[in-house]
């Protein structure tokens, strides 16, 4: 199951925190990214991660707070 199959409805906000399975997270939510443009928040961000949000126009913004290693993306 991805996300892409499961949800229906607009959605605002994602937040990612899989332990290691954030990258397929994201990939498996490709139509709902496109489609809804939620803000998204993700634990381990990676290169595969950037491209996908890149290809549909997002911005990275990174924490600065201590010890905070999440970073969230808003589309422009």
């Not at 498996?28 to 939620?38: F, V």
């Not at 911005?59 to 905070?68: D, G, I, K, S, V």
Request: net charge negative; proline share 5%.
């Amino acid at each position: 199951l991805t996300l892409d199959n499961i949800i229906n409805q607009p959605i605002d906000f994602l937040k990612v925190d899989c332990e290691t399975a954030d990258t397929q997270i994201i990939e498996g939510a490709e139509q709902l990214i496109a489609k809804y443009r939620p803000t998204i928040q993700v634990e381990a961000p990676t290169d595969i991660i950037e491209n996908i949000l890149n290809k549909y126009d997002y911005q990275r913004y990174q924490h600065t707070e201590y010890n905070f290693t999440d970073v969230v993306y808003l589309p422009k």
